[in-house]
């Protein structure tokens, strides 16, 4: 929460499956994700996830898009 750009975040858990969870972030560009994902803070994070974690972290950007209007 402390790396520039970061805007804001929600963790999701799923209804069926308690262990699955996924986190979602929002930044203000895509720099300053990839900054982020190479970092070494990150790094740390991952590392001291897979003590808790049953499979590997995964950490994928995706874009926002409009949604189109049904006709």
């Not at 070494?40 to 974690?53: H, I, N």
């Not at 950007?61 to 189109?68: C, F, G, I, L, S």
């Amino acid at each position: 929460m402390q790396s520039p750009g970061f805007v804001g975040a929600e963790n999701l858990v799923s209804e069926e499956d308690f262990s699955v969870v996924v986190m979602i972030s929002t930044w203000e560009t895509m720099e300053h994700w990839r900054s982020w994902v190479e970092s070494r803070r990150t790094r740390d994070l991952l590392r001291q996830a897979k003590a808790v974690v049953m499979g590997a972290a995964r950490l994928t950007a995706y874009r926002t898009m409009p949604t189109v209007e049904w006709r």
